[in-house]
C-alpha cells in the first residue's frame, strides 16, 4: 500500500515535469536553428539571463503584485465566508442577496477597472478592489454551496440530540462546507494574479503587470517572459500553499480520499 | 397502583398531503411500552412505521391523538428520545470517540468530561483501540455501534431505532443483535424497534405491533413470550416458529393484496 502510495505522488509529478522540460529543450533549440531575432522569441536561457541580471527590478516589483494579491485575496476571503454564512444562516439573505451576487459576475470586471482609478486613485486600492472582486465569487458561491449541502437525514439526527440552529450551523454546516470552501479558495488563487495583472494594466506605477506593459513598447522581450515566468511561480506557489493549508485542516478529508483510491486500485 | 407505559399512544392519525389531497398514513395507532420493554413495529413498505418513530422523536408533529411518556403528555420530544437510524451518520471529520460525544456536547458537556465518560463505555461498544480512528476506517458493524454509542451515551431513556441493522451483512446483524440486546439491559434503555425482518422483530422485542400497509392502522399485537436472555439459537426453536407463523400470515396477506 505505501509503495503504491508513493508511485501515485511521484507519477503525479514526473510527468508533468518531463513534458515541460522537453517543451523547453525544444524552444531553445528551435529559436537558436531558425534564428529568430531575440526581441521577437528570446530563447529560454536570455530569459534566465534576465532574471539573473534584472533580479532587484523584478523582485520590487514582484513584491507589489504579491502584496496587491495578498490583501485583495484576503479581502475576498473574509467577506466571501462571512456573506456565505449570512446567506446560508437567513432565507433573508438567500432570496435578497444571494441573486445579486450570482447576476453580479456578468460584470466585465475588466471594464469596471477604469472607473475604479476615477474613484479612488492609481495606487495599491484599486487593484486589491480588482483582486478582491474577482476571488470573492468562486469562495463565496462554494462555500455556500457546502454549507446548504447536508443530507437532511444528518440534520434530523442533530434535531434528535437536542441540537439548535446555532449548533447544526457550527457543528455541521460549517464542518461539511470545508472541502468546497477550499475549491473556492483555490479557483480564487488561481485567478488572483490576473486580476492583479488586469489592475496594473489598467493604471499603475508598479508590479510585474506594470512591467510587461512597460517593457514591451521598448522590445524588452525577455523582461516580459521573465515578468510572465515570474507571475506564473507565483501563482503555482500560492496554489500549492493553498493545497497544504487545505491537507493540514482537513487530513480526515484526504485520508478518506486516499483510502478510496486504494480501494479502486 | 402499576406504573404508567413509558410510552403511551392512543388513537394517533397522521397524514401527508400528496397531490391536493390529504392522504392518511397513520389511522388510530394504538400503542404502549412499559420502561424497560423492548417493542418492534413490523409491516410492509409504505405502512408509516418510519414516520411513526419520526412523530415519537419529535422530528414530524402528528394530526391528532395522545402521546404520553411516563404518563405525562409529551409534547417538546425533540432531545429526548434517542434516535437511530439505518445510516450510522457519522461526521467523516470526527474520529470515532469525538463523534460519540457529539450529544453529550451539544446537550453543553465539557468535550474533556464527555470523552471521558465515553471511553467508559467505549469497550461494551466493541470500540477498543478504534477510538481516535475516523469513520471511513471502519467496518459498516463497527460504525453503526459507533453511531449506537452516540445516541446511548445521552441520557435518554427511550431509544428509537429505525431497522438500524439494515445495512449490514447477515452475519454483523446477528452479532449485532446478540450485542444489542445486552446493551439496552445494562444500559436500561426502553426501545423501539422498527423493521421489516421478522426474525428480528421476534427475537429482539417482548411484544411486536404489527400495522397494515397504508394507511397503517393496528393489524396485529403479539406478545414475544420467550424467556432472556434470549440468542439466535431461539430462531429455530418450535415456539418461535410458531411465533413466527402468526406474524407471517397477516403480513403475507398484506402484500398479496397489495
Same mark, same amino acid.
Given at each position: 500500500?505505501?509503495?503504491?502510495? +508513493?508511485?501515485?505522488?511521484?507519477?503525479?509529478?514526473?510527468?508533468?515535469?518531463?513534458?515541460? %522540460?522537453?517543451?523547453?529543450?525544444?524552444?531553445?533549440?528551435?529559436?537558436?536553428?531558425?534564428?529568430?531575432?531575440?526581441? #521577437?522569441?528570446?530563447?529560454?536561457?536570455?530569459?534566465?539571463? &534576465?532574471?539573473?541580471?534584472?533580479?532587484?527590478?523584478?523582485?520590487?516589483?514582484?513584491?507589489?503584485?504579491? +502584496?496587491?494579491?495578498?490583501?485583495?485575496?484576503?479581502?475576498?476571503?473574509?467577506?466571501?465566508?462571512?456573506?456565505?454564512?449570512?446567506?446560508?444562516?437567513?432565507?433573508?439573505?438567500?432570496?435578497?442577496?444571494?441573486?445579486?451576487?450570482?447576476?453580479?459576475?456578468? @460584470?466585465?470586471?475588466?471594464?469596471?477597472?477604469?472607473?475604479?482609478?476615477?474613484?479612488?486613485?492609481?495606487?495599491?486600492?484599486?487593484?486589491?478592489?480588482?483582486?478582491?472582486?474577482? /476571488?470573492?465569487?468562486?469562495?463565496?458561491?462554494?462555500?455556500?454551496?457546502?454549507?446548504?449541502?447536508?443530507?437532511?437525514?444528518?440534520?434530523?439526527?442533530?434535531?434528535?440530540?437536542?441540537?439548535?440552529?446555532?449548533?447544526?450551523?457550527?457543528?455541521?454546516?460549517?464542518?461539511?462546507?470545508?472541502?468546497?470552501?477550499?475549491?473556492?479558495?483555490? @479557483?480564487?488563487?488561481?485567478?488572483? %494574479?490576473?486580476?492583479?495583472?488586469?489592475?496594473?494594466?489598467?493604471?499603475?506605477?508598479?508590479?510585474?503587470?506594470?512591467?510587461? !506593459?512597460?517593457?514591451?513598447?521598448?522590445?524588452?522581450?525577455?523582461?516580459?517572459?521573465?515578468?510572465?515566468?515570474?507571475?506564473?511561480?507565483?501563482?503555482?506557489?500560492?496554489?500549492?500553499?493553498?493545497?497544504?493549508?487545505?491537507?493540514?485542516?482537513?487530513?480526515?478529508?484526504?485520508?478518506?480520499?486516499?483510502?478510496?483510491?486504494?480501494?479502486?486500485? | 397502583?402499576?406504573?404508567?407505559?413509558?410510552?403511551?399512544? +392512543?388513537?394517533?392519525?397522521?397524514?401527508?398531503?400528496?397531490?391536493?389531497?390529504?392522504?392518511?398514513?397513520?389511522?388510530? @395507532?394504538?400503542?404502549?411500552?412499559?420502561?424497560?420493554?423492548?417493542?418492534?413495529?413490523?409491516?410492509?413498505?409504505? /405502512?408509516?412505521?418510519?414516520?411513526?418513530?419520526?412523530?415519537?422523536?419529535?422530528?414530524?408533529?402528528?394530526?391528532?391523538?395522545?402521546? &404520553?411518556?411516563?404518563?405525562?403528555?409529551?409534547?417538546?420530544?425533540?432531545?429526548?428520545?434517542?434516535?437511530?437510524?439505518?445510516? *450510522?451518520?457519522?461526521?467523516?471529520?470526527?474520529? %470515532?470517540? *469525538?463523534?460519540?460525544?457529539?450529544?453529550? #456536547?451539544?446537550?453543553?458537556?465539557?468535550?474533556?468530561?464527555?470523552?471521558?465518560?465515553?471511553?467508559?463505555?467505549?469497550?461494551?461498544?466493541?470500540?477498543?483501540?478504534?477510538?481516535?480512528?475516523?469513520?471511513?476506517?471502519?467496518?459498516?458493524?463497527?460504525?453503526?455501534?459507533?453511531?449506537?454509542?452516540? !445516541?446511548?451515551?445521552?441520557?435518554?431513556?427511550?431509544?428509537?431505532?429505525?431497522?438500524?441493522?439494515?445495512?449490514?451483512?447477515?452475519? !454483523? +446483524?446477528?452479532?449485532?443483535?446478540?450485542?444489542?440486546?445486552?446493551? /439496552?439491559?445494562?444500559?436500561?434503555?426502553?426501545?423501539?424497534?422498527?423493521?421489516?425482518?421478522?426474525?428480528?422483530?421476534?427475537?429482539?422485542?417482548?411484544?411486536?405491533?404489527?400495522?397494515?400497509?397504508?394507511?397503517?392502522?393496528?393489524?396485529?399485537?403479539?406478545?414475544?413470550?420467550?424467556?432472556?436472555?434470549?440468542?439466535?439459537?431461539?430462531?429455530?426453536?418450535?415456539?418461535?416458529?410458531?411465533?413466527?407463523?402468526?406474524?407471517?400470515?397477516?403480513?403475507?396477506?398484506?402484500?398479496?393484496?397489495?
Amino acid at each position: 500500500m505505501g509503495f503504491k502510495n +508513493k508511485m501515485l505522488n511521484s507519477v503525479n509529478w514526473i510527468f508533468p515535469v518531463c513534458i515541460l %522540460v522537453s517543451l523547453v529543450i525544444v524552444w531553445e533549440v528551435l529559436v537558436r536553428v531558425v534564428n529568430v531575432p531575440s526581441w #521577437q522569441l528570446p530563447p529560454p536561457s536570455a530569459i534566465l539571463d &534576465e532574471l539573473i541580471a534584472s533580479k532587484d527590478l523584478l523582485l520590487a516589483h514582484t513584491l507589489v503584485t504579491l +502584496k496587491e494579491i495578498g490583501v485583495g485575496f484576503s479581502v475576498a476571503l473574509v467577506t466571501g465566508l462571512t456573506l456565505a454564512a449570512g446567506i446560508a444562516y437567513s432565507r433573508i439573505l438567500e432570496r435578497s442577496v444571494y441573486p445579486i451576487i450570482i447576476a453580479s459576475q456578468t @460584470i466585465p470586471i475588466i471594464a469596471i477597472a477604469p472607473l475604479l482609478l476615477i474613484w479612488v486613485g492609481y495606487g495599491l486600492t484599486p487593484k486589491v478592489i480588482i483582486v478582491a472582486l474577482i /476571488c470573492f465569487y468562486p469562495i463565496a458561491v462554494n462555500t455556500v454551496d457546502g454549507l446548504k449541502s447536508i443530507d437532511p437525514d444528518m440534520i434530523s439526527m442533530f434535531r434528535t440530540l437536542g441540537a439548535s440552529r446555532f449548533q447544526v450551523f457550527a457543528r455541521l454546516q460549517v464542518p461539511n462546507s470545508l472541502p468546497f470552501m477550499f475549491s473556492g479558495i483555490k @479557483i480564487g488563487i488561481s485567478v488572483s %494574479v490576473i486580476a492583479a495583472v488586469i489592475g496594473e494594466w489598467v493604471g499603475g506605477s508598479e508590479g510585474l503587470g506594470y512591467l510587461i !506593459t512597460y517593457s514591451q513598447p521598448l522590445f524588452l522581450t525577455a523582461r516580459v517572459f521573465a515578468a510572465i515566468f515570474l507571475l506564473s511561480v507565483m501563482g503555482v506557489l500560492l496554489f500549492v500553499l493553498g493545497v497544504w493549508i487545505e491537507h493540514l485542516t482537513m487530513p480526515w478529508y484526504f485520508n478518506a480520499k486516499r483510502s478510496n483510491a486504494m480501494e479502486i486500485l | 397502583m402499576a406504573a404508567p407505559p413509558k410510552i403511551n399512544v +392512543k388513537c394517533l392519525n397522521k397524514t401527508y398531503p400528496i397531490n391536493g389531497k390529504s392522504e392518511g398514513i397513520l389511522e388510530d @395507532i394504538d400503542f404502549f411500552v412499559r420502561q424497560g420493554e423492548f417493542v418492534s413495529i413490523i409491516g410492509a413498505s409504505g /405502512c408509516g412505521k418510519s414516520t411513526f418513530l419520526n412523530i415519537l422523536a419529535g422530528l414530524e408533529p402528528h394530526d391528532s391523538g395522545l402521546i &404520553e411518556f411516563d404518563g405525562i403528555s409529551a409534547d417538546a420530544r425533540l432531545g429526548k428520545v434517542g434516535y437511530m437510524q439505518q445510516k *450510522d451518520l457519522l461526521l467523516p471529520w470526527r474520529t %470515532v470517540l *469525538d463523534n460519540a460525544i457529539l450529544g453529550l #456536547q451539544i446537550t453543553g458537556v465539557a468535550r474533556k468530561r464527555a470523552r471521558i465518560d465515553a471511553l467508559d463505555l467505549i469497550h461494551q461498544f466493541g470500540l477498543l483501540g478504534f477510538e481516535n480512528q475516523y469513520p471511513h476506517a471502519l467496518s459498516g458493524g463497527m460504525r453503526q455501534r459507533a453511531a449506537f454509542l452516540r !445516541t446511548m451515551l445521552l441520557d435518554q431513556s427511550i431509544i428509537l431505532l429505525d431497522e438500524p441493522f439494515g445495512a449490514l451483512d447477515a452475519l !454483523t +446483524k446477528l452479532n449485532m443483535q446478540e450485542w444489542l440486546m445486552d446493551v /439496552c439491559l445494562n444500559m436500561n434503555k426502553t426501545a423501539v424497534l422498527v423493521t421489516h425482518d421478522i426474525d428480528e422483530a421476534i427475537l429482539l422485542s417482548d411484544r411486536v405491533y404489527l400495522l397494515t400497509s397504508r394507511p397503517g392502522r393496528n393489524a396485529l399485537i403479539l406478545d414475544v413470550e420467550l424467556e432472556r436472555p434470549r440468542n439466535y439459537g431461539m430462531v429455530t426453536g418450535t415456539m418461535f416458529a410458531e411465533l413466527k407463523k402468526q406474524l407471517m400470515h397477516p403480513l403475507w396477506d398484506q402484500i398479496g393484496a397489495g
